[in-house]
Nanobody, 125 residues
Framework: QVQLLESGGGVVQEGGSLRLSCQASEFTGRIEVMAWFRQAPGKEREFVSGIRKAGIERYYDDSVKGRFSISIDDARSMLYLQMDSLIPDDTAVYYC??????????????????WGHGTQVTVSS
């Protein structure tokens, strides 16, 4: 069972930046794609960004395009999300997710086998 541990959340003012990290307990042979989801109070968990190992493919939700950047360090089993120009609507718990095989529907929560416990991001106006 792959374990994922997020870090890097916090409180930031509108326009500020944060960098989220996700450490995977195992990577080689166990993970093909990784992604970030988020869940705001009273809302469903939604896809933010996804990446295939070695950064072969990257996807972003329209709401974060141009502001967030996803990256992966296969050697260190680390996933990152650089978040710039943060706005209050970005406030949510951010979750790291992973899956051992390629997938077509990156936005579907059910496609991911492994989940972290989340890290809180709060953007104040």
């Amino acid at each position: 069972q792959v374990q994922l541990l997020e870090s890097g959340g916090g409180v930031v003012q509108e326009g500020g930046s944060l960098r989220l990290s996700c450490q995977a307990s195992e990577f080689t042979g166990r993970i093909e794609v990784m992604a970030w989801f988020r869940q705001a109070p009273g809302k469903e968990r939604e896809f933010v960004s996804g990446i295939r190992k070695a950064g072969i493919e990257r996807y972003y939700d329209d709401s974060v395009k141009g502001r967030f950047s996803i990256s992966i360090d296969d050697a260190r089993s680390m996933l990152y999300l650089q978040m710039d120009s943060l706005i209050p609507d970005d406030t949510a718990v951010y979750y790291c997710a992973a899956r051992p095989h390629y997938l077509l529907n990156w936005r579907s929560r059910g496609e991911y086998d492994y989940w972290g416990h989340g890290t809180q991001v709060t953007v104040s106006s």
